[in-house]
């Protein structure tokens, strides 16, 4: 493990975990983001602060890659630093590992950017104390996974529905980042589940779910490979696209 940045300890919670005792996807991406508010906090860059200044972070894009996943009661360490930062966006890295640091679950990748809370416009990341952001960059830490992407979907027509509701919602009354691979997750009947896990998990976000819509999961299998994406029906029967994923999953041991 090389450290670089102070560790966040956290653990496998007997009700966070699914019918084999794996820790669900939206809970670990959840830990992610946790982890990732308290380093930006304490750095002076997090979203408390950026709510006085009518600012907050939206996540743009998202890859998880995992060697392994934590179990019921696993205790697990989350490592985040800053990548890189441009005037927009910036890149922000994590690394999983056991309690003990000897085993590694695995890394994620995310880009995020700055917007007004009013007009939800991109902001001047850099125009946040004076660009504090630059003291926290760490441009030479290894992250090896690849990239995240814009995730390119095929031409999908199954589809299944639900509908957006209070427990979806984050705190910018949005649905939550996380609730798309809830219900990405939800569409695989548990035969499948018995049999494979996730291997690597792609988001590209592109819009903004609200309460009380309702959405639409398209989804495409290709070998170990699925392709969903996210929509909302407007009025007109036109759709807006909230987001593509690709989930590639692995044969269980």
Request: aromatic fraction near 12%; glycine fraction near 4%.
């Amino acid at each position: 493990m090389n450290k670089t940045e102070p560790l966040y300890h956290t653990s496998a919670d007997a009700f966070h975990c699914d019918f084999s005792k794996q820790l669900c996807m939206g809970h670990l991406g959840n830990a992610l983001l946790n982890a990732s508010d308290m380093h930006s906090t304490a750095r002076h860059f997090g979203m408390t602060y950026l709510w006085t200044q009518n600012k907050t972070w939206v996540l743009s894009r998202l890859a998880i890659e995992l060697e392994d996943i934590p179990v019921e009661h696993d205790k697990y360490i989350i490592e985040t630093w800053v990548e890189s930062a441009m005037k927009y966006f910036t890149h922000r890295n994590w690394a999983i590992y056991s309690e003990d640091g000897k085993k590694v679950y695995g890394y994620a990748k995310s880009i995020w950017a700055m917007i007004d809370t009013q007009t939800r416009e991109p902001q001047d990341i850099f125009a946040i104390n004076d660009g504090k952001i630059r003291d926290y960059l760490y441009p030479d830490k290894e992250c090896p996974i690849k990239d995240v992407s814009r995730v390119k979907t095929p031409q999908m027509e199954e589809y299944t529905e639900f509908k957006v509701q209070y427990n979806d919602l984050d705190v910018n009354c949005h649905l939550n980042s996380m609730k798309y691979i809830d219900h990405v997750m939800d569409t695989f009947p548990l035969d499948y589940l018995r049999d494979y896990q996730v291997k690597r998990i792609e988001i590209a976000y592109v819009a903004e779910g609200h309460w009380g819509d309702t959405l639409r999961i398209y989804h495409l299998a290709e070998d170990e490979q699925h392709y969903f994406r996210v929509t909302h029906m407007e009025d007109d029967s036109s759709e807006t696209e909230l987001s593509r994923l690709l989930l590639k999953f692995k044969k269980k041991r």
